[in-house]
């Protein structure tokens, strides 16, 4: 970089995996991942076992959101900083996807109930 004039100073891995384990631990940083793995191979179950178009949309909506983030995080480490403003709608979407996993059942109840 020296060589070619450019004069970059960069102080994080650009992955916010890694960032994550060098703030908070291998142990925390692969729980943390393997349950939004888990709410994501249960929430797509729950959106191909619906038969609701809504309900397929917004469980796969939510899914999507969080893929994509994860996805990103491999690329980008500003899902880690708190200067930016990309965890906050993760968590978000990740809490949403748990609550519509957790509450499926009760949810397509009152569903079928209002049709």
């Known amino acids: 970089k020296s ?6 100073d960069v102080n994080n891995p650009h992955n916010s995996y890694i960032s994550y384990i060098m ?7 692969s729980i ?3 349950f939004i793995i888990y709410n994501l191979v ?8 619906s038969k609701a178009r809504n ?12 893929i994509a983030y994860m996805v990103q995080g491999l690329f980008e480490s500003q899902m880690a900083m708190t200067d930016y403003f990309m965890m906050i709608p993760f968590l978000l979407f990740s809490g949403l996807l748990y609550y519509t996993n957790k509450y499926f059942k009760q949810i397509k109840k009152k569903y079928e109930k209002l049709l």
């Open 3 to 8: 060589m070619y004039g450019v004069l970059e």
């Open 23 to 29: 703030m908070y631990g291998l142990i925390f940083t």
């Open 32 to 34: 943390f991942v393997a």
């Open 42 to 49: 249960i929430g797509a179950k729950n959106s191909f076992k």
């Open 55 to 66: 309900e397929q949309l917004l469980i796969g909506l939510f899914v999507s959101i969080v």
